[in-house]
Structures are given as C-alpha cells and as structure tokens.
C-alpha cells in the first residue's frame, strides 16, 4: 500500500500534468519538488516533523496546480484540499490541523505570524525554491511577461532578493552564502 506523502505527491503530479499541459508551467518540477525537499531537510536540521513537512509542501500551491480558487488566494483553497484530502485519507486530525496552518501561513508576502517550527520552515522552503530554480524565473521574465533583457535581470534580482528577506533569521543565515554569491555571479555591475 501507498504511504501518505506518494498518494498526495500522485494526485499533486497529475495536477502538474494537466496545468503544464494547459499554459506551459510546470509546477512540480519548476518549484514544488525544490519546496518538498528542502521543507523536508529543514525538518531533520531543526527538530520538526518531518511528515507535516513534506505533506504542507506538497499542499502549499496545490490549489493554484489545480487551478481551484482565485490563484491569490491559493493559501485558503490549498488549506481546504489539505483537510478534505487528509481527512478522506483518515490522517490524525492534529497533524492535519498543523498541515493547513502551515499552507495558510506560507505566504511571505502576507507577513503572517508562524507559531510552528512547521510553519516557519515551510515559509522558508517555499522562499529558497526560488533559488533553485532560476532559469524559470527568467523565463517568466522574458517569455511569459515579456520583459526587455535588462528590466528582465532586474526582475529576477528583486524577485531573489525580497524572497531572500522573507526568510526567518534562521533561513537567511542558512541561505547567505549562497545569496551572496548568486548576486555577486549573476548580477555584477
């Protein structure tokens, strides 16, 4: 029998398929794998489960995957698909309680207050992904919005930057020397 995290990880990919299918993004590959990996290192490093980890970070844009809700409100639909799928799954209501905080507060633009190692870590997994995958944000900057090639690079600095100051403490000093050096090799003057 399937464990949890491949039912959902299943269901997330189909998802992926039919909206790369529909506009050419692919979600699983292009940001939702970085955020499950590194939601589930930071879990081991800094003393969280690990399971509401990886489930939150497979939840956190499955509502955007699937095209469910306003895309800017991906948070709350993503949260709601947690419970109803979890539930359906019979997983401990405590744990999917903490699953829906976490994609509910995942958002570093929204400034939510993260109670939950959980929460923080999955805010910050979701901000590091970025800087796993680069070349599509500059593909959203030249091919999807369209941008001239210097207003592209600036772009993509300003995206990696303010994703980079929405980290915890914690993420930005786990993640500075790489920062540091992406700036300075990608975006020398």
Not at 1 to 29: A, P, R, T
Not at 48 to 65: P, S
Not at 120 to 134: E, G, K, P, R, T
Not at 156 to 174: D, F, I
């Amino acid at each position: 029998m399937q464990n949890i995290i491949e039912i959902i990880k299943e269901k997330l990919c189909d998802y992926s398929k039919k909206s790369f299918e529909k506009d050419g993004y692919d979600f699983w590959n292009n940001h939702i794998k970085y955020v499950f990996k590194h939601s589930h290192d930071m879990a081991i490093k800094r003393g969280a489960d690990i399971e509401v980890c990886e489930l939150a970070a497979l939840f956190h844009d499955m509502a955007m995957v699937a095209d469910f809700g306003p895309r800017d409100e991906h948070e709350i639909y993503g949260a709601q698909m947690a419970r109803s799928m979890l539930t359906e799954l019979n997983y401990p209501k405590d744990k999917i309680d903490l699953i829906e905080q976490c994609v509910l507060h995942h958002r570093g633009s929204k400034n939510d207050v993260r109670t939950t190692k959980e929460e923080q870590i999955l805010a910050d997994a979701d901000c590091v992904a970025h800087f796993d995958s680069i070349p599509s944000l500059f593909s959203l900057a030249y091919n999807k919005i369209g941008l001239p090639m210097e207003e592209g690079k600036e772009f993509v600095k300003n995206k990696l930057t303010r994703s980079y100051q929405k980290l915890s403490r914690e993420g930005q000093k786990e993640l500075k020397e790489r920062f540091n050096t992406i700036m300075n090799v990608l975006f020398v003057e």
